[in-house]
């Protein structure tokens, strides 16, 4: 079930990006993660709302595990606002397809890397392979994406930096996920507040630079239209992937992530873009190699029992 709940929400998220590409300024990314975090906030906290009414009080989960929720809540915060912030201001100045494959090229290695430090585990040679050929394709694709010296301008080299940090944010939210559902946190609870810092930080630099401004241009989405797509493309596949980070191994978790470049490129086809047969094999040579890796993180994961939510 984890499996086929994030595989769901990467084809939800694909799908919205696919869309989003070159249709976003910046100020209208920043209003873009302001609608879409907001309204996250608002839909699953009033159903965490109406479930209280109906179920009455909750059982106590002791002080020591309600700190140990809260403290990981927080950090879920900061890391949510680097990943998403820094990935949907990105989408400004780099397409879609490249802006994935970056930041889902580096999950894996990033969920490795962050396991050693910590000296929790030696890494098995089998993952540290598989993390860096997901990372080697993804950038092989990156580049056959914008095969041109001069598309590597200033923004986009940013905006390139910004995505492969908001990779490595990712990769700690698996992390922070795994451990909030060992904690017996509900994930209805976790979605209603994670996105605090989000939707604030968000705000607050779309109030600094005055507003959205922007030329706009033919393809720029009218607000209705942002505003739903946050609602459904955004908010529903965040649910849904909460659901399964809580219950799948963090390398389980961003292999089956690393697929989102893919799925976005061809999305991306359909909305009117170019299809590259070369990149299209590169694509499914990146499936086919995170589809091993989530198979030998799944078998190699020790056998942890998970609280059931509360």
């Keep these: 079930m984890p499996i086929l709940l994030i595989v769901v929400s990467v084809v939800l998220q694909a799908c919205a990006d696919g869309y989003l590409s070159g249709r976003l300024e910046f100020g209208d990314s920043l209003l873009f993660s302001c609608l879409a975090f907001v309204a996250a906030t608002v839909l699953f906290g009033s159903l965490c709302l109406i479930r209280r009414a109906r179920q009455g009080?909750?059982?106590?989960?002791?002080?020591?595990?309600r700190g140990t929720v809260r403290k990981l809540i927080v950090l879920m915060n900061l890391a949510t606002a680097v990943t998403f912030l820094g990935f949907f201001s990105a989408l400004a100045w780099v397409p879609a397809a490249l802006a994935t494959s970056v930041q889902s090229g580096i999950g894996p290695l990033a969920v490795v890397c962050i396991?050693?430090?910590?000296?929790?585990?030696?890494?098995?040679?089998?993952?540290?392979?598989?993390?860096?050929?997901?990372?080697?394709?993804s950038v092989l694709i990156a580049v056959r994406l914008n095969p041109e010296p001069g598309a590597l301008s200033l923004p986009m080299v940013g905006g390139t930096l910004l995505v492969a940090v908001s990779g490595v944010s990712a990769a700690l939210l698996a992390r922070i996920s795994r451990q909030l559902g060992a904690a017996g946190a509900d994930p209805l609870w976790v979605t209603a507040n994670r996105f605090h810092f989000t939707y604030l930080a968000a705000g607050a630099l779309l109030l600094a630079r005055g507003g959205v401004g922007g030329t706009g241009g033919a393809d720029r989405i009218p607000l209705p239209l942002m505003a739903l797509t946050a609602l459904a493309a955004v908010a529903l596949p965040l649910f849904l992937l909460q659901v399964g980070l809580q219950r799948a191994e963090p390398l389980l978790a961003m292999a089956l992530l690393s697929t989102l470049p893919?799925?976005?490129?061809?999305?991306q086809t359909v909305f009117g873009g170019p299809l590259d047969p070369v990149a299209c094999a590169l694509i499914?040579?990146?499936?086919?190699?995170?589809?091993a890796c989530a198979r030998q993180a799944r078998t190699a994961a020790p056998a942890r029992r998970v609280a059931a939510p509360a």
């Excluded at 893919?262 to 999305?267: A, E, M, V």
């Excluded at 499914?284 to 589809?291: D, E, K, P, S, T």
């Design 57 to 65: 009080a909750r059982p106590d989960r002791g002080a020591e595990q």
């Design 115 to 137: 396991a050693l430090i910590r000296r929790e585990s030696a890494p098995a040679a089998g993952r540290l392979a598989g993390a860096l050929g997901l990372l080697g394709l």
């Design 262 to 267: 893919g799925i976005t490129y061809l999305s």
């Design 284 to 291: 499914g040579l990146l499936v086919l190699l995170a589809a």
